[in-house]
């Protein structure tokens, strides 16, 4: 069982009982146990948690106004998501250029990494430029040119060098004139084993003095990211890491709680092959996502990747179920701009989701906008005026068949059933996480205008 939909059944089971007394609360830890331990946390780790969830429940009393299941909800909230890392703040580097080093095992997805977190600095206002050090791997600055020849981030790197010291030297030195504000360095991928990679990468950190060394790590390697990150750690103070396959790995638990029990904290996730699949990390937020909490944040991330334009005006006439069929088609356009779809619906964990079938969706497009564009005015407002007749002369004038028209009208129906259930899901968090801003009852107006 996967680790989010384990916790949630050990949440469900706990919420809905009608007594919430010590057993119950031994019955959930029980239950959190099961679900961490699946996923690869550490035993230590686990056990420690359980025990502060059992001493506070037992030691501390509910604020006034607040049921003791919720209390203990909020309790064993706090303590999954300081077993995550914790919350940090937002990433913003200092300096001009601010030079971040990144270093890594072999693949890791280290280079990839690269290109994403310079298209996420760039799409956030800094100006970005990337040095390719990684002598060993001549695809690389192959790779880190292809994925950014479109974007305006200049990348140095010569193909017939294998002195990563001065590559990186004359790399920096030569994208300084350009006023950046960030220098990302990619560095070849190393192993704590290998001895002489490893003496390599401390000799170029002592060469170039970054202002910044991140870490990136494969979250398929489990609990095993702890010696990995302390082994890094030993020869150069990481400031942060970066977690990728995060889309695919079962691990990505024990990989999180290894990486914080480190003290670096997760700065950035990959979450799948496009240049746009990096988040920010925030432990709230993903433990938010895993319980089945809508993570807003997340989306509003990908907009920006993805140069999306969804006006405010827009995003509430779609929450409030107020859209005709020519809004659903524009703004599926400028969804699936943020990458597959079935993704960016994972971010929003309802079970009428679900029902929903979005394989295939982003191909329908052409010929639900066909479709549309065979209709009057009148049809398009309001579909449910579209009987047989007018649905075989929508789908004459589209090149369609009949069957296309009434599958996209009951798409139109099904997404509206979806919003207004959206909306009102966002309510639906114990009280006192809403009070705290955990999970909002509506997406910020400023986060959405930035």
């Known amino acids: 069982m996967e680790i989010g939909e384990a916790l949630r059944k050990a949440i469900s089971r706990f919420m809905g009982r009608a007594s919430h007394d010590k057993e119950a609360v031994e019955e959930l830890i029980r239950d959190i146990q099961r679900a961490l331990l699946s996923a690869d946390v550490n035993v230590e780790l686990v056990m420690e948690l ?23 909800f909020k309790i064993l909230y706090d303590e999954l998501v300081r077993l995550l890392g914790g919350v940090q703040p937002p990433y913003k580097p200092a300096g001009r250029p601010h030079v971040l080093v990144m270093v890594g095992i072999q693949g890791s997805g280290k280079t ?49 060098s294998s002195d990563p010291i001065s590559i990186a030297r004359r790399g920096i030195e030569s994208l300084k004139p350009q006023g950046l504000d960030v220098v990302i360095v990619d560095t070849a991928g190393r192993h704590k084993d290998q001895d002489s990679l490893m003496k390599e990468m401390e000799e170029i950190l002592k060469a170039l003095k970054p202002n910044e060394v991140a870490l990136v790590l494969d979250a398929t390697i489990g609990q095993r990211a702890r010696s990995q990150a302390e082994a890094f750690n030993r020869l150069a103070k990481i400031g942060w890491v970066m977690l990728t396959k ?42 938010a996502r895993l319980l089945g909490m809508p993570d807003l944040a997340a989306l509003v991330e990908r907009v920006r990747l993805a140069e999306v334009k969804i006006s405010e005006s827009e995003v509430e006439k779609m929450m409030s179920g107020r859209f005709t069929l020519s809004d659903m088609i524009n ?12 993704k960016l619906f994972s971010m929003l964990p309802l079970q009428k989701v679900k029902s929903i079938d979005v394989e295939g969706l982003a191909d329908q497009l052409k010929r639900w906008e066909a479709i549309v564009n065979s209709m009057t005015p009148e049809e398009r ?33 099904e997404t509206k059933r979806l919003m207004k259930t959206l909306k009102r899901s966002m309510g639906r968090a114990p009280r006192d996480l809403l009070l705290s801003g955990l999970v909002r009852k509506e997406i910020d107006r400023d986060t959405l205008k930035g």
């Open 50 to 72: 359980s025990e502060n969830i059992r001493r506070k429940a037992s030691e501390l009393r509910p604020p006034p106004g607040v049921s003791r299941r919720d209390h203990v």
């Open 112 to 160: 990839t990494s690269v290109a994403k977190l310079s298209n996420y600095l760039a799409k956030h206002g800094y100006r970005v430029g990337v040095v390719c050090a990684d002598t060993y791997r001549p695809a690389a600055l192959v790779q880190l040119r292809q994925l950014l020849q479109d974007k305006g981030i200049p990348v140095y790197g010569e193909e017939n």
């Open 331 to 342: 703004q599926l356009k400028e969804v699936a701009k943020m990458g597959p779809l079935d």
């Open 246 to 287: 995060m889309d695919t790995s079962a691990r990505a638990g024990g990989a999180l709680s290894a990486v914080a029990a480190t003290g670096a904290p997760v700065r950035f996730i990959g979450t799948g092959e496009y240049l746009e699949d990096i988040e920010t990390f925030s432990a709230d937020r993903y433990l």
């Open 381 to 413: 407002s309001d579909p449910a005026i579209i009987d047989s007749s007018r649905a075989r002369r929508i789908a004459r004038g589209a090149g369609v068949a009949e069957k296309d028209v009434k599958q996209l009208i009951k798409r139109y129906n």
